[in-house]
Nanobody, 114 residues
């Protein structure tokens, strides 16, 4: 089990930006990581995934052009920069590590109002 700690969530207005951070104490870090989100009454959905080398990235269509995922393996951190936030981005964002079977962070809340 790999412990994941998220931070950076908050309440903002549409058009604003937030940066989420996920850190782990795991010394290896050789696995894909990413961010998922889940809104009340909805299923969890993928937001962005990044390979351990950082050269392969996948974004949900809904966030392409607005969100940027990156990682710094020296700092053992994954960052999700979210720009031009929309109301529909409101959800609890969870960090994920593809450690097989996989590990999840407890999540950080992002609330966007119009």
């Amino acid at each position: 089990q790999v412990p994941l700690v998220e931070s950076g969530g908050g309440s903002v207005q549409a058009g604003d930006s937030l940066s989420l951070s996920c850190t782990t104490s795991d010394r290896s870090g050789i696995y894909d990581m990413g961010w998922y989100r889940q809104a009340p009454g909805k299923e969890r959905e993928v937001v962005a995934i990044i390979s351990w080398t950082g050269d392969r990235i996948i974004y949900a269509d809904s966030v392409k052009g607005r969100f940027t995922i990156s990682r710094d393996n020296t700092k053992r951190a994954v960052t999700l920069q979210m720009n031009r936030l929309k109301v529909e981005d409101t959800a609890k964002y969870h960090c994920y590590a593809d450690t097989k079977p996989g590990d999840w962070g407890e999540g950080t809340q992002v609330t966007v109002s119009s």
